[in-house]
């Protein structure tokens, strides 16, 4: 078991930034894929970011390249969700997520392929 707790959503401005956090606990940090997934009201959850066991690979989302950038710190069990230039439409509901450490994971995108799941913590951009 894994257990995932996120932190650093809040209200920001359009254009602004935020980081979010997720503190990992429980099985060893590094055996897992880690991603960072969104759900805004009424729409499904959609694929943010993903990073391998060992930060060398990371695969984004279109909607996000080039502002959002993952990273993890392994000696601290934490991922990362730096997130630059952001939008109204960036408004959601932000989780992180633990899956199995294979390539397949990562540029899937896809939730089903994930374990274990944070409990979310809230994004909103004001225009």
């Known amino acids: 078991q894994v257990q995932l707790v996120e932190s650093g959503g809040g209200l920001v401005q359009a254009g602004g930034s935020l980081r979010l956090s997720c503190a990992a606990s429980?099985?060893?940090?590094?055996?897992?894929?880690m991603g960072w997934f969104r759900q805004a009201p009424g729409m499904e959850r959609e694929f943010v970011a993903a990073?391998?066991?060992?930060?060398?690979?990371?695969y984004y989302a279109d909607s996000v390249k080039g502002r959002f950038t993952i990273s993890r710190d392994n000696a601290k069990n934490t991922v990362y969700l730096q997130m630059n230039s952001l939008k109204p439409e960036d408004t959601a509901v932000y989780y992180c997520?633990?899956?199995?450490?294979?390539?397949?994971?990562?540029?899937?995108?896809?939730?089903?392929?994930?374990?274990?799941w944070g409990q979310g913590t809230q994004v909103t951009v004001s225009s």
């Open positions: 990073i391998t066991w060992s930060g060398g690979y990371t």
């Open positions: 429980g099985r060893t940090f590094t055996s897992y894929t």
């Open positions: 997520a633990a899956g199995p450490n294979t390539r397949v994971v990562i540029t899937s995108a896809k939730a089903s392929q994930y374990d274990y």
